[in-house]
Each structure stands twice: as structure tokens, then as C-alpha cells.
């Protein structure tokens, strides 16, 4: 037996949402207790309603996010997995990429990877919030032929939004794809894929969108193909070539798929569809008394778009004195507020905006949050830097 986690005041929603809804959880239990056999192989009743529950969790998941053919979207294990596909699949040796400064490790270390094969990769600095200027985007896709403009929609790191639908025209303009993560982004912001313009969109579904770990999604506009990252067996198509099926999704859902995952992603999006405005509503109103608070603690300093501005449910914090590892533990240990100290996967962006040397503590707030879970969690600040 493992003891059972303490009572807590979690703020750490841009790392995974918590807690789940029950409706998540109930059809996370479903998929392995009632539709338990494989999706797509096999036509045998309990093989169709596994099928059943991958196909109306792509539907919903499509509807919420404006794709208009639910094909377009493909189940991956998370953001990761989803931006390794976009990019890889994408960017050839010769390519060139113009790729924001705020950007997680799900991008800059594939970026990385691409780089020792010959993909060149010039960084556009955001400013000290964390936010994009599209009029240095359009300078640097000017300067040289690029391939591809790569931009996240929202920050991890300091909760900026960034000018997503300016800089697909730019990169349009200038015959670029726009490739997308939209781990924050996916349910704490009202997404459409309809209206961005965007070629690509990564999603986490264990964040925003309400799914269990374990599960994303990538949007491929149609017509743009990417090269699979992994072949394998798709429930049908098999023939003698060998070659992986070219139809969509299967083309991009090599192996067996991750049926609670996308059950639980799938009831996460039905919530989202009913209450998400909702929902959104009262996270930002929530987050906003936190970050009023946080910009009232002494010797806290408190990084992102100002208080009024439009912003993701997602802060940082430094102190003059004490360290981000040593106020994320005494937190924790006094008072049971969840909240990550470091650099969050996403040393690009603390570079950006001065915290590289020191990291930060990040405060993110999520559909569960309410407004007594974050005084309670001013207070435990107060107390613990004296
Ligand atoms: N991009 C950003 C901006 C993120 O915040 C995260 C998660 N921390 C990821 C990508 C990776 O997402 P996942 O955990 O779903 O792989």
C-alpha cells in the first residue's frame, strides 16, 4: 500500500491538469473494463466499441478545436511526442527555421536534434514578459528563404499569449509553414484551428484539455503530409509493399493506441465543449487575485504580461533572497501547496526573461482552482518569506 497523497492546494496545472474530473476518470476505467479490446483490429463487438471510443473522442476533440475533418487530428502519447512529429516530419537538411525564444524542450531540443543534420535555426527574442513581437518575426523570415516559422501559442514559463494569427500571415506571406505548440494553449484558451491559420498544432491532452498523462494531439492541415516517425500496424491496409498506409490518421497511429488515454481525452473534451467558457472564465478570474497578490508579496518579483493583459493561468516568481527550490519546498512541506521550482523544461524562455542563472517558482492555476485554494496559498507565501 501507498499512502495516500496529503490534502492539497495544487497549482500546477501547466504541467498536468489535477484533479481529473470524475467523468474522465469513469471513462478511463471504461475503456479497460467495457471496451478492453484493440480499437481498429477486429470485428467483434467489444472491438467496435473500442473503435467507437477512439472515433467519437477524435470527433470531439476536432469539434472543440475547429478542425472541420476529425481525421486531421492524430492521437500521440503527449505535446512531445505531437512536436517531434510536426518538426521532424516536416524540416529536411537545407531548411531553414525561424523559431521563437520562448519555446519548451519539446521543441528546442527536436530543433536541436534537426540542426546536426543540417537544418539551420535562428532564434527571434521575445521580450521581457515572455511575449512575441510579430514585426521581428516578419524581419527574420525576411532576412533568408525559410521553411518554417515555429511558435508556441502560450508560454509555460510566464504565461504570455503569443500573436499567433499575425504570425501565420507573415509566414504565409512569405511561402513558411507556421508550426504550432499549443501545450498551454489546448483548453485554456478558446482554440480554433478554423480561424489560426496554422499549419501544424501540437496539443498536450493531459493539461488543459482534462485527458489523463499519456496522451496529445497533432493537427496536420489537409494537404500538408509529413513523414511518419514511426511505421507499424494500422488494423488494416496490410499488403505485400510494406510500405506504411498514406491514409489519415492511421498513416500517424502506428501500433496500438492508447484507448483509456484517448477515453479519458475524449470525455475531458466533452466537459470542455459544455463548460469550457465557463470554465476559462473562472480561471482567469482566479489567476488574476493570485497575481494581484503576487505583485503585493515584498522582494517578489513577478514575471508575464501585466496584470490586465491577456495571458494563459501560468506566472513565475523569484525573490530577493530566498532560492526557487527552497520556497517550492517550504510550500509543500508547510502548508501543501503544489507549485514547481526550476526552469520547467523551457531554459529558452528563461533565458528570455533574465532567470536562466536562478530559475523561478511557477504558480499555475487550472478548471479545479478556486479562489480560496489561492489565498491560502498567498497567505503560505507571506508566511514562508517572513
Ligand atoms: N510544450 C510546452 C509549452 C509545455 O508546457 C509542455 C509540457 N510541460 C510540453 C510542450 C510537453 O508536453 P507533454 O508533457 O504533453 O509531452
Given at each position: 500500500?501507498?499512502?495516500?497523497?496529503?490534502?492539497?492546494?495544487?497549482?500546477?496545472?501547466?504541467?498536468?491538469?489535477?484533479?481529473?474530473?470524475?467523468?474522465?476518470?469513469?471513462?478511463?476505467?471504461?475503456?479497460?473494463?467495457?471496451?478492453?479490446?484493440?480499437?481498429?483490429?477486429?470485428?467483434?463487438?467489444?472491438?467496435?466499441?473500442?473503435?467507437?471510443?477512439?472515433?467519437?473522442?477524435?470527433?470531439?476533440?476536432?469539434?472543440?478545436?475547429?478542425?472541420?475533418?476529425?481525421?486531421?487530428?492524430?492521437?500521440?502519447?503527449?505535446?512531445?511526442?505531437?512536436?517531434?512529429?510536426?518538426?521532424?516530419?516536416?524540416?529536411?537538411?537545407?531548411?531553414?527555421?525561424?523559431?521563437?525564444?520562448?519555446?519548451?524542450?519539446?521543441?528546442?531540443?527536436?530543433?536541436?536534434?534537426?540542426?546536426?543534420?543540417?537544418?539551420?535555426?535562428?532564434?527571434?527574442?521575445?521580450?521581457?514578459?515572455?511575449?512575441?513581437?510579430?514585426?521581428?518575426?516578419?524581419?527574420?523570415?525576411?532576412?533568408?528563404?525559410?521553411?518554417?516559422?515555429?511558435?508556441?501559442?502560450?508560454?509555460?514559463?510566464?504565461?504570455?499569449?503569443?500573436?499567433?494569427?499575425?504570425?501565420?500571415?507573415?509566414?504565409?506571406?512569405?511561402?513558411?509553414?507556421?508550426?504550432?505548440?499549443?501545450?498551454?494553449?489546448?483548453?485554456?484558451?478558446?482554440?480554433?484551428?478554423?480561424?489560426?491559420?496554422?499549419?501544424?498544432?501540437?496539443?498536450?491532452?493531459?493539461?488543459?484539455?482534462?485527458?489523463?498523462?499519456?496522451?496529445?494531439?497533432?493537427?496536420?492541415?489537409?494537404?500538408?503530409?509529413?513523414?511518419?516517425?514511426?511505421?507499424?500496424?494500422?488494423?488494416?491496409?496490410?499488403?505485400?509493399?510494406?510500405?506504411?498506409?498514406?491514409?489519415?490518421?492511421?498513416?500517424?497511429?502506428?501500433?496500438?493506441?492508447?484507448?483509456?488515454?484517448?477515453?479519458?481525452?475524449?470525455?475531458?473534451?466533452r466537459l470542455l465543449a459544455a463548460n469550457g467558457a465557463e470554465w476559462r472564465?473562472?480561471?482567469?478570474?482566479?489567476?488574476?487575485?493570485?497575481?494581484?497578490?503576487?505583485?503585493?508579496?515584498?522582494?517578489?518579483?513577478?514575471?508575464?504580461?501585466?496584470?490586465?493583459?491577456?495571458?494563459?493561468?501560468?506566472?513565475?516568481?523569484?525573490?530577493?533572497?530566498?532560492?526557487?527550490?527552497?520556497?517550492?519546498?517550504?510550500?509543500?512541506?508547510?502548508?501543501?501547496?503544489?507549485?514547481?521550482?526550476?526552469?520547467?523544461?523551457?531554459?529558452?524562455?528563461?533565458?528570455?526573461?533574465?532567470?536562466?542563472?536562478?530559475?523561478?517558482?511557477?504558480?499555475?492555476?487550472?478548471h479545479?482552482?478556486?479562489?480560496?485554494?489561492?489565498?491560502?496559498?498567498?497567505?503560505?507565501?507571506?508566511?514562508?518569506?517572513?
Amino acid at each position: 500500500m501507498t499512502d495516500a497523497p496529503r490534502a492539497c492546494v495544487y497549482l500546477d496545472h501547466a504541467a498536468t491538469s489535477w484533479p481529473k474530473p470524475p467523468e474522465v476518470i469513469d471513462a478511463v476505467v471504461a475503456a479497460m473494463r467495457e471496451q478492453g479490446a484493440n480499437p481498429g483490429r477486429g470485428a467483434y463487438a467489444m472491438a467496435l466499441a473500442a473503435s467507437r471510443v477512439v472515433f467519437e473522442a477524435r470527433r470531439v476533440c476536432a469539434d472543440l478545436l475547429g478542425v472541420p475533418d476529425s481525421r486531421d487530428l492524430f492521437f500521440t502519447s503527449g505535446c512531445t511526442e505531437a512536436c517531434n512529429l510536426m518538426l521532424k516530419g516536416l524540416l529536411s537538411p537545407g531548411d531553414r527555421v525561424v523559431v521563437s525564444s520562448m519555446e519548451h524542450n519539446a521543441v528546442s531540443r527536436p530543433l536541436h536534434a534537426l540542426q546536426q543534420l543540417g537544418v539551420r535555426v535562428d532564434v527571434v527574442s521575445a521580450d521581457a514578459t515572455g511575449t512575441m513581437d510579430a514585426a521581428d518575426v516578419e524581419r527574420a523570415v525576411r532576412l533568408a528563404p525559410t521553411r518554417a516559422v515555429v511558435c508556441q501559442h502560450a508560454s509555460n514559463v510566464t504565461g504570455a499569449i503569443q500573436p499567433i494569427a499575425d504570425i501565420a500571415d507573415i509566414a504565409h506571406e512569405n511561402g513558411a509553414l507556421l508550426l504550432v505548440d499549443g501545450a498551454q494553449g489546448g483548453g485554456h484558451l478558446d482554440v480554433d484551428l478554423a480561424t489560426l491559420s496554422v499549419d501544424a498544432y501540437a496539443l498536450s491532452g493531459h493539461k488543459g484539455m482534462l485527458g489523463p498523462q499519456g496522451v496529445g494531439l497533432l493537427y496536420l492541415r489537409p494537404g500538408l503530409e509529413a513523414r511518419e516517425l514511426t511505421q507499424g500496424g494500422t488494423g488494416g491496409g496490410s499488403s505485400e509493399d510494406d510500405a506504411q498506409p498514406a491514409g489519415r490518421p492511421e498513416r500517424y497511429e502506428a501500433g496500438t493506441p492508447n484507448t483509456p488515454g484517448i477515453a479519458g481525452l475524449g470525455a475531458g473534451g466533452r466537459l470542455l465543449a459544455a463548460n469550457g467558457a465557463e470554465w476559462r472564465a473562472e480561471e482567469q478570474r482566479v489567476f488574476r487575485i493570485l497575481k494581484a497578490g503576487l505583485l503585493e508579496l515584498p522582494g517578489v518579483r513577478v514575471y508575464g504580461p501585466a496584470l490586465d493583459a491577456p495571458t494563459v493561468p501560468v506566472t513565475c516568481i523569484t525573490h530577493d533572497s530566498l532560492e526557487p527550490d527552497r520556497i517550492a519546498f517550504l510550500l509543500d512541506r508547510q502548508a501543501g501547496v503544489a507549485v514547481r521550482s526550476g526552469l520547467h523544461c523551457a531554459p529558452w524562455a528563461h533565458r528570455t526573461i533574465g532567470t536562466l542563472g536562478t530559475g523561478a517558482v511557477r504558480l499555475s492555476v487550472g478548471h479545479s482552482t478556486t479562489e480560496t485554494d489561492v489565498r491560502i496559498a498567498l497567505a503560505a507565501l507571506a508566511e514562508v518569506l517572513g
